[in-house]
Structure formats: C-alpha cells, structure tokens
C-alpha cells in the first residue's frame, strides 16, 4: 500500500465516536492526549466537534522521546493561539504533577461554585481522548498508581471505556483510542504510522521507513549519521530509498548474495525511532508558527 493511501479506520473507532458523545454529560473536562513526536498529526480534527463547549486540556505526552526545543516552539505555537498545554511522560512521571493545576484553572468556576455548595474536595470527572498508542492507558495506570489499565505498545489494545480513581483526586473516563476516517495530508498518515498510531499491518513498512528516512534526513541529519554511521555528504545528496539501502548494509541487514533484507531494515528503522534509539526526535513543526 503506497504511504499516501494510509487509512486506518476499523469499527471500534466509530463506537468510540458514539461512547465520547454520549458520555460527556458524565464529565467535567475532556483531557486529550497527543504524541509529542507529532503534535499535528496526532490532533484528531474530531474531537473538537465531537466535545463541544466542554472544558478541555490538551496534554503531550512521551515528551523524553521528544525534541525539546521542538517542544518549545510547539508550547509556544500553544500560547501564541490562546490554548494552554502540558508536556508528560508517562516513563518517567515527568509533568504529570502539572496536570492537576491544569484541570483546576480549567474548570474555576465550577470549583468555585462547588466551595460556595460546602462540596469542597469533590471529585473531579474526566475524559481521557486520544489517537491510539498515546499513551492513555499508561497516563492513567501512573495517576492510579497502579495496573488499571491493559498496557501494551501497539494500537487498539483498550477497545472499551473504563473508569479509574487517581490520586488527583480526578476521576478518570478512558476511552479506546480513535482516529478519523480519512487522512486529507499523506505526511500526517505517515507520522501516525512511524509512531505506531496505525496498524503495522494495515501499512507498507518499507514505504514508511522510506518516509522516515528522509523525515530525519531533513531534520536531524546529524542524528541519522551517527546511528547508522553514515557519511554526511552522501546522505546529504542521497535520496531516502538510498538511505535506506545505505542502513541496511551499515547494519549488515543482508540476504545470501548480498541482497538487502528489505523488510528488517523497515523493521530496524521504525522500531528504533519508536524507542528513542535514533534520538530525541520531533517529526513536525507548527505550520504556522
């Protein structure tokens, strides 16, 4: 399947469409979920619609994986359009203590009128949304302190809702992960694939890896070079299917005869990225900044 047809959209995802909606009344706030990796592509267009007016938090989750300064122009791009945001990695509990005040600047007034009550102290309800392998699951297994929620990093492992009690005192609605059924923008199809937001089996590894080759070759060329011990001034001048080849052999991903091992170099490349192995990586940049 060539890199620019990828869609992933399997029923589950439009039973969750329906769970979101008709659960809102059931909720405070809605706290969404995207991948720090790629902002844009992880923002589902959906949500927005689906939510309404309900209060909101936009969370960017598996930050240690991130490029930091891209992070810091993305919390910029954030504030510059009025929106706040909060950077978390479940890994290592980074930020998860700011998620608290984020909540309560949100919902204020609602406080507010609970302390005028005499309900000082009462749980608060949220929403957890997001694409697939965000990391959900694993947000709220750090807040409960606990095992909850089935972990495991591949996409559509929670396909029902369910609700946990954190130590924020914040009530916690998990929703199975949704995308949107048709990606307009090829490189966003292709971002949500390397990440592992889409199915490795619904997709063509090697186009995707062919992708992230030259996604890395023009942004973090330094970074590619050195893990795969390539010279700069070829990668410079290399087009991404010749990286690609270029990895493999560096890596001695070969067949008798001296064939390249297609499909475990596309293995190689997209399960080092996924754990950090490449660098701290940032795939996109505000469109707009």
């Known amino acids: 399947m060539p890199s620019d047809q990828i869609q992933w959209f399997p029923g ?5 469409r329906r769970l979101i909606q008709e659960n809102l009344g059931s909720v405070d706030i809605v706290i969404e979920l995207l991948d720090a990796r790629i902002p844009y592509s992880s ?8 939510i309404g007016a309900k209060p ?9 994986l991130s490029d930091p300064e891209a992070c810091r122009i993305w919390r910029a791009y954030y504030e510059k359009n009025g929106e706040s945001c909060i950077f978390t990695d479940c ?6 203590d ?4 984020a909540v309560n600047t949100a919902l204020s007034e609602k406080i507010k009128r609970y302390e005028d009550k005499g309900m000082a102290g009462r749980h608060l309800k ?8 965000v990391g959900k699951s694993s ?6 302190k606990n095992k909850s929620a089935k972990v495991e990093n591949r996409p559509g492992v929670t396909t029902a809702k369910q609700w946990v009690t954190t130590s924020l005192g914040i009530d916690l609605l998990d929703m199975p992960g949704v995308l949107w059924p048709k990606f307009d923008e090829r490189e966003v199809g292709e971002n949500l694939s390397m990440t592992g937001a889409v199915k490795d089996e619904v997709v063509e590894r090697e186009a995707v ?4 080759c030259e996604r890395l070759k023009r942004l973090y060329p330094s970074l590619l070079c050195e893990r795969y011990k390539l010279d700069p001034e070829f990668v410079e001048g290399a087009e991404p299917h010749e990286i690609f080849e270029a990895a493999a052999r560096k890596r001695g991903l070969l067949l008798k005869g001296g064939e390249i091992n297609r499909d475990r170099c596309a293995d190689l490349l997209l399960d080092e990225l996924r754990a950090g192995k490449i660098g701290k990586i940032t795939l996109e940049r505000p469109k707009n900044a």
């Open 98 to 101: 700011r998620m608290r005040d």
């Open 91 to 96: 890994l290592t509990g980074y930020g998860l």
């Open 139 to 144: 947000l709220i297994n750090r807040l409960a």
């Open 43 to 50: 923002k589902n267009p959906e949500i927005k619609r689906l």
């Open 12 to 16: 589950h995802m439009a039973k969750t």
């Open 209 to 212: 890896a062919y992708a992230l």
């Open 126 to 133: 949220a929403m957890i949304v997001g694409i697939p392998n």
């Open 56 to 64: 909101h938090v936009t969370v960017l989750n598996k930050y240690t």
